[in-house]
C-alpha cells in the first residue's frame, strides 16, 4: 500500500448529531496534512454511483453545528452484492481516492470490513449511531445529544403529566439496548424504566404504580425502550395499566425520529472533531479495519471486526441508582 | 354587590404555558389592591372539595417561566350538575371568596357563565389554551410557546428527513381549528399544511408531492392538524400516498403532549401579567363575565358569552402564503 | 416603468434573526410569479461593487431557521456619497434588476429612498431589526426572536442571583427605545427597568430596592438598556447601590451581541414570509418607496419616508404592569 | 462513630447546574435507607446559624432539572474561625445531624477537612462546580451543562459574526483552569483558544488570524478563558488586534454569570443522582473525608485531601485537535 493522496468520507445508516462535525473533522485533518478529500453522498450507493464531491477546508465551514448530514445517508441493497462493491471500487480507483473513513453503525462497518477483505482498500470507521450500542467506545457519536434532546421533550411532558395528575408512557429510541432509556430514566425522573436488556416484570410495574400512588406521587412518567422485554408496546402497556389500574390517567407518547436530529452537543462536538482527526491519522500511519472509539476519555481505535460482534452493556449501576430515586 | 375583598383564581381544562404566568399576576395584582387571594386547586373540582390555598405575592415567585400550571388543572362532571355548582358556591362562600378569575378555554368559561347566572357571582375568563381557538383575541395564553416548541421539533424532524431525503407526515394539535399547523407549516417551510377548515383533496397532495420531486426537493414535510378535513389520519395518509407515490420513502411523527409544555415564551409571559392586571381590575371595577383578550395588540374584553360562541378565524392570507413559499 | 423581470435583495446595517427567512420569502415569491431574483451581498456596498448571486426556490432551501444573514451585511460610506449611488446604479443595470428590496433599519431605508429619487429606481424596505423601534409595524422583523434570547438568558442568570441572594444589573440592547428592555423586564419578572424615555429616577431605584429587602426578596434582577436615561451605565449603577445599599451584593452583567443571534421564533420566521410576499408583490403592482409592516396583526405598507421620520412608542401600559408585578 | 441516622446536606460556594438534581439524590437514598436528611441552607453560614429544614423524599420533587441551589449557597468567613466552626458543630448536635454532604469546590473541601479533624465529624464532597478544576474526577457537577450553555451561545455570537465578516473575542469562564474554554472553543468552532495553561504568545495570535484571512475565512471567534496567559484581558486584546490587525473588525463579548445557570444536561443530571448515592452509602458505611468522582466513566471515591491539592489537567490532545481545526 503506497502513500495515502486522498481519502473519502461519507455517512451511512441512520444519521446522528455530529455527523456534520465528524465530516467537516476529516476534511479539515486531510487538508492540515495536505492530504485531498472527496465527499462520498449517501453512503454506499453514492459511491457506487460516483457521486462524489471535492472537498477543502472551507468547504466545511458553519456546518459544526448542524444536525443531520450534508452528505446525507442511505441503506444500499446493491453494496451487498459483489457487483455493486465492484462498482464502488472502480468509482473510487476513478477518483483516486485511496482511503475511506465511514461515519455510521454496526452494518455500515460490516461493508466497509468486507470491502476491505475483497479489495485490500484501507477503510477506518467512526461509530455515529444515537443507540450508543457499539463496543469499543463508551460513547457512540450523537448519543450525548440525543439525551439533552430526550430529557428537555420529557421535561415538557412532565409539565402537563403533573398539571393534571397523570401517567404518561413515553416510547424512546433503542431497539436492541436500553442505553436511551436508561439515562434519560434516570434524568428526567421516571418511576420506571423499561429496557431490553431486563424484563422486569409487568406485575412489579403495577406494584411500583400502585406504591407511587400510596407514597403521594401525583404524576409518573414511566420509560419504554423501543424494544422492552415485557413484549407489550407502549399502547398495550397503556391499556394493561388503564385495566388494572384503574385509578390513574394514562397518556402515551411515542417520540420518534425527532430523537434523531438537531444541533449537537459540546461534547458530541467535540468527540466529532477528535475522531476525525484520529481517523485521518491512521490512514496516514498505515492503519486499516478500525473504529475510533473514546475509552475512558481517551481517543483509542478498536477492531471493526470487534466493534461489531460486540454490543456494549448497559451500566447495571443505573438501575439501581433509578430504584433508589423512584423511592 | 359589594366591594371586592377576596379573588379566587383557578386554572380549568387543558393545561398551557404562561399559565402560571396568568395566576402569578392576579396573584400579584390582588398584593398591590391590597385585596386578598386564594388558589383553588384543580379547577372547578378543587372548587366543590374547598381545595384552597391562600395566596401572597412572595407565594408565587419563580414560577413565571414555569411551564404547566402549579394550582394543577382538572375537568369536573360534578360542576356540570347544579348540586355540584351549589356545593361549589358553599365553598366559596365559607373561604369569604367574593370573585373568581378563570384561566382556561371554552368549556371552562361556560362553567363561570352559568355559575354566574345562578349565583350572581362575579367571574373574569382568561383564554389560556394552546388551540387559539377563541374569539375575543388575536392570541391565547400559550399559543405562542407551542408554536416555537412545534417548529423547534420539526427543526429536528428535517434533519433526519434531509439527511433521507424522505417524505414526514407530521400531526400537531388542532382538532377543530388550524391555527398551529398554519403557523408552524409555514415557519418550518412545510410543502403542504392539511387544516380542519378546509379540504384541499388528497389528489391536490399527491400532485403537489410529484412536483416537489420534480422540482428537485429531496424530502419533504407535511403538517397535519388533528381534525383535518381529509377524513384520514396520519398513518392513513402515509399508506395512501405510499400506494400512489412509491418514490417517496414515507415516515409519521405525532407530536403530542409534549406540545403543552416547556417554559412560556416572552410573548406568553408579558401576555399573561396583562391579562391578570386586567381580569382582577375589571372584577374590582363590579365589572363581571367578560373575557380579557389581545386585540390589535391591546388588552381588551369580551363578554364570555360572545367569546364561547365564536371561534377565532384562521388567516387565509398565510394558506396563500405558504402556496408561494413552497413554489 | 416597465414590466419588472428581475428583482434584487440584499441585506443591510445590522443583522436580526429572520433576515434568511425574508431572503427566501422574497426569492420564492420572484420564483412563483416567474421573475428573475439576485441576490445582492454586503448590503449597498455589495451593490456598488456588483457583487450579485442568481437565486432561485432551490438556492434558498434549508435557510428559514438559520439566524444571522448568509448575504451578509455592511454599512457603506460609499454609499453616501452621489458617485457611490452612480456606481451602484450602473451595476444594476448591468445585471438588468429593475427593483430592490431592502431589509435593514431607517438607514438602510434612508439610502433607499435617496436612491430612488436620484433615478427613479423602485424600492421596498423590510424592517428587519431587533430594536423595533420602526413607525409602520407593530413587530420588526427579528424582534420576538430577541425577547425569547433574552429571558432565556436572565432566567440562567436569576438562577445564580437566587442562589446566592444577589442583586444583578443586566444590560440589554436599545439604545433610542426601550421596547426590549420593557418587555424582557416583565417576562423575566425584573424588580426594576431603566429605559431611555423615562428618568425614574436614581432615588426611586434606591427606594424600590429597599422595599424588596423589605418584602423578602432574597434576590432581584434590574434590567438597564444601554440607552437609559439615568445618565448611568450599568457599572456606575452598580457602584452607586453598592454605595447607598450595602447590604445588596451587586453583580452586573452586559449580554452584547449574542442578543441578534440565533434561530428565530415561529412569530419571526411567519412574518418574514407574509412580509416578502407583500413586498415583491408591491414591486410588481408598481409601487416603490413603502416599507411592508404588521399593523393589528395585518400585512400593511407605510411610505418608507413616514416609517424613518417616526419610532414607535413604548406601550406605558407595561410600565404599570411591570410596578404591579414588582409589588 | 456510631450508626448514622441523620444526614445533612448542602451546597456551599460558586453555584452550578445539577447541584438540585444532587441535593435530591442525597434525599431520597436517605429515604430509600430510611434516614432522616435536613436540608443546611447558605451552606456553612446556613450551618453556623442553624438554618435547616426536614427534608423527605416528596420535598425534592420537581427540582432535577432546576438550575441553581433551592438550598442556596454563600460564603462563610466565620466558619474560617474556630468559634465559627464549634458553633456550627454544636447546631449540628442540637439537630441530631450525625454526618453530612457538602456539594460545592475545594474550598468547601478545605472547611469540611478541617471540621472533621477538629470534631471527628463524618463528612463527603460532591464536587459542584463549572469549571472542572478538581483532581479526582473526570467531570465536576455542572461542568458538561456550562459547555453546552456556552456553544449556544457563541454559535448565537457566530451568526453575527459571519454577517458582518467581523473577528470577537469572547471570554468564558475559567480563572485558573482552561477546560471550558478549550472544549467551548473545539466545540464552537474558534480560530484560537487562549487558555491559562499556556502562553502561546501574542505574536502567534496575530499569525494565525493573519492566515484566517488569507485562507478566505469571512470571520472570526476566538476564546479567551478569563485567567489567560498572555497578561491581557479581553478588552486590551482588541486594542492591541485593533491596532496591529486593522483589516479586521473586532467586537467583545463576555458572557459571565449566566454560564453558571440553567436546567442541567441529562449528563449532568445522572451524574448528580449517581453521585448522592455514592455519598450518603459511604457515610453509611463508616467512611468520611471522600470526594466522590466520576473516574473513566465509573463512580470513584478520592481522600478530599487529594482532591484539594490536585487539580485536573487539560487535555493537550484538544489544543492539537484545535490547532488542526483552524487549518
Known amino acids: 500500500m503506497g502513500k495515502i493522496k486522498k481519502i473519502g468520507v461519507m455517512t451511512s445508516g441512520g444519521d446522528s448529531p455530529g455527523m456534520n462535525a465528524a465530516i467537516r473533522s476529516v476534511v479539515r485533518?486531510?487538508?492540515?496534512?495536505?492530504?485531498?478529500?472527496?465527499?462520498?453522498?449517501?453512503?454506499?450507493?453514492?459511491?457506487?454511483?460516483?457521486?462524489?464531491i471535492e472537498l477543502n477546508a472551507?468547504?466545511?465551514?458553519?456546518?459544526?453545528?448542524?444536525?443531520?448530514?450534508?452528505?446525507?445517508?442511505?441503506?444500499?441493497?446493491?453494496?451487498?452484492t459483489k457487483e455493486g462493491r465492484q462498482k464502488a471500487y472502480d468509482q473510487l480507483k476513478k477518483a483516486n481516492i485511496d482511503a475511506f473513513v465511514v461515519i455510521g453503525g454496526d452494518g455500515s462497518f460490516t461493508g466497509a470490513l468486507i470491502f476491505n477483505q475483497e479489495f485490500g482498500f484501507p477503510v477506518m470507521g467512526i461509530p455515529g449511531t444515537i443507540d450508543n450500542?457499539?463496543?469499543?467506545?463508551?460513547?457512540?457519536?450523537?448519543?450525548?445529544?440525543?439525551?439533552?434532546?430526550?430529557?428537555?421533550?420529557?421535561?415538557?411532558?412532565r409539565d402537563t403529566a403533573s398539571s393534571h395528575n397523570r401517567l404518561f408512557f413515553v416510547e424512546v429510541m433503542g431497539r436492541d439496548v436500553g442505553h436511551i432509556a436508561l439515562n434519560v430514566g434516570v434524568g428526567a425522573g421516571a418511576e420506571e424504566i423499561l429496557i431490553p436488556e431486563e424484563d422486569l416484570g409487568l406485575e412489579?410495574?403495577?406494584?411500583?404504580?400502585?406504591?407511587s400512588k400510596q407514597s403521594?406521587?401525583?404524576s409518573s412518567i414511566v420509560i419504554v425502550a423501543e424494544?422492552?422485554?415485557?413484549?407489550?408496546?407502549?399502547?398495550?402497556l397503556k391499556d394493561y395499566v388503564n385495566e388494572h389500574l384503574p385509578e390513574y390517567e394514562v397518556r402515551v407518547s411515542v417520540l420518534g425520529h425527532m430523537q434523531r436530529g438537531g444541533s449537537p452537543s459540546c461534547f458530541d462536538r467535540v468527540l466529532a472533531s477528535r475522531m476525525g482527526v484520529s481517523a485521518v491519522e491512521s490512514l496516514i500511519d498505515g492503519k486499516s479495519n478500525l473504529?475510533?472509539?473514546?475509552?475512558?476519555?481517551?481517543?483509542?481505535?478498536t477492531p471493526l471486526e470487534k466493534a461489531i460482534k460486540g454490543q456494549s452493556k448497559i451500566n447495571k449501576e443505573l438501575i439501581r441508582v433509578s430504584d433508589i430515586m423512584s423511592v
Open 29 to 52: 485533518t486531510c487538508a492540515f496534512y495536505k492530504i485531498e478529500c472527496a465527499g462520498i453522498y449517501r453512503g454506499y450507493q453514492g459511491m457506487i454511483e460516483g457521486d462524489f
Open 58 to 80: 472551507r468547504s466545511v465551514k458553519g456546518i459544526i453545528n448542524k444536525g443531520g448530514t450534508f452528505l446525507k445517508s442511505a441503506r444500499s441493497k446493491e453494496f451487498m
Open 133 to 157: 450500542d457499539i463496543e469499543g467506545t463508551s460513547h457512540t457519536l450523537g448519543y450525548d445529544t440525543t439525551l439533552n434532546t430526550v430529557v428537555d421533550v420529557i421535561d415538557k411532558i
Open 204 to 211: 412489579r410495574l403495577l406494584e411500583s404504580l400502585r406504591r
Open 216 to 218: 403521594g406521587k401525583s
Open 227 to 236: 424494544g422492552d422485554k415485557t413484549g407489550k408496546n407502549v399502547f398495550e
Open 291 to 301: 473504529m475510533v472509539g473514546l475509552i475512558s476519555d481517551k481517543i483509542a481505535v
